[in-house]
């Protein structure tokens, strides 16, 4: 039986039976995992607490002939993400992280560079809230270490840099127009929110969300990435209603 240790963090888990549970964690080796913790739903089970969701663990876990689900041996928390008493911005806005991370990861695939992304989200979450800014770092991230971003950076008629001037997306071609050649057709993408973009490969999240994002350029940027989400995955993420009527409200 296969055997493997990993870093991991947990992204939900849901009911198998009485006492046991599916998880789903991702890691860098192995993507996007799914593993019955056999017993975790039992008081006095040496993997309560550790597999909750959003906690970066360190998991033991094998293969078991002819099941497609692993097998969690020993869990040890590292550090759990929500704690205790979680804010209603932090809770929303990890919740979406981690359905979002579900839906674009592969299951058992490598995929170092989205662990890392997400790891990285999650502390800068943990040390300046999480914000809008934030948010938009990870959609736009995801997406394009997921091959579902296209090259925004020049206009794909004419050539034209609009990196900062803004652009018309086209969303179904995967394409970028500058105003000339869109003629008012597509997503507008104002040139603040084409700095923003531009920034937004540029910086750590913690850079990038240290700073306030204008309230134009985080409108431009959710309308693209949300319709770029909703072609890839064909359908709304519950998870995002929630975080969104939070920021509305704040």
């Given at each position: 039986?296969?055997?493997?240790?990993?870093?991991?963090?947990?992204?939900?888990?849901?009911?198998?039976?009485?006492?046991?549970?599916?998880?789903?964690?991702v890691t860098r080796e192995f993507g996007k995992v799914r593993a019955v913790g056999q017993g975790v739903k039992r008081p006095r089970s040496r993997l309560v607490g550790s597999l909750e969701p959003l906690?970066?663990?360190?998991?033991?876990?094998?293969?078991?002939?002819?099941?497609?689900?692993?097998?969690?041996?020993?869990?040890?928390?590292?550090?759990?993400?929500?704690?205790?008493?979680?804010?209603?911005?932090?809770?929303?806005?990890?919740?979406?992280?981690?359905?979002?991370?579900?839906?674009?990861?592969?299951?058992?695939?490598?995929?170092?560079?989205?662990?890392?992304?997400?790891?990285?989200?999650?502390?800068?979450?943990?040390?300046?809230?999480?914000?809008?800014?934030?948010?938009?770092?990870?959609?736009?991230?995801?997406?394009?270490?997921?091959?579902?971003?296209?090259?925004?950076?020049?206009?794909?008629?004419?050539?034209?840099?609009?990196?900062?001037?803004?652009?018309?997306?086209?969303?179904?071609?995967?394409?970028?127009?500058?105003?000339?050649?869109?003629?008012?057709?597509?997503?507008?993408?104002?040139?603040?929110?084409?700095?923003?973009?531009?920034?937004?490969?540029?910086?750590?999240?913690?850079?990038?969300?240290?700073?306030?994002?204008?309230?134009?350029?985080?409108?431009?940027?959710?309308?693209?990435?949300?319709?770029?989400?909703?072609?890839?995955?064909?359908?709304?993420?519950?998870?995002?209603?929630?975080?969104?009527?939070?920021?509305?409200?704040?």
């Amino acid at each position: 039986m296969p055997s493997h240790e990993a870093e991991a963090i947990v992204l939900r888990h849901y009911p198998l039976s009485e006492a046991d549970r599916i998880v789903v964690f991702v890691t860098r080796e192995f993507g996007k995992v799914r593993a019955v913790g056999q017993g975790v739903k039992r008081p006095r089970s040496r993997l309560v607490g550790s597999l909750e969701p959003l906690n970066h663990v360190r998991v033991d876990f094998y293969a078991k002939e002819g099941s497609d689900l692993w097998r969690i041996r020993q869990c040890e928390t590292l550090h759990s993400y929500l704690g205790r008493n979680p804010s209603l911005e932090r809770l929303y806005g990890y919740q979406y992280l981690a359905e979002l991370t579900q839906e674009l990861v592969e299951e058992n695939h490598s995929n170092p560079p989205v662990f890392r992304l997400l790891l990285a989200v999650l502390n800068a979450g943990e040390a300046l809230g999480m914000g809008e800014a934030l948010a938009r770092y990870f959609e736009i991230w995801i997406l394009r270490l997921s091959g579902l971003l296209p090259d925004y950076g020049y206009c794909s008629d004419c050539k034209k840099c609009v990196k900062d001037s803004g652009f018309y997306a086209w969303i179904e071609a995967g394409q970028g127009r500058c105003a000339a050649c869109a003629r008012g057709r597509g997503v507008i993408i104002r040139a603040a929110a084409g700095q923003a973009l531009r920034r937004i490969l540029q910086l750590s999240p913690e850079q990038f969300s240290a700073k306030a994002l204008p309230p134009t350029a985080a409108c431009d940027l959710e309308r693209l990435t949300q319709r770029l989400l909703e072609l890839h995955l064909e359908k709304h993420l519950k998870s995002y209603a929630a975080l969104r009527s939070h920021f509305q409200r704040t």
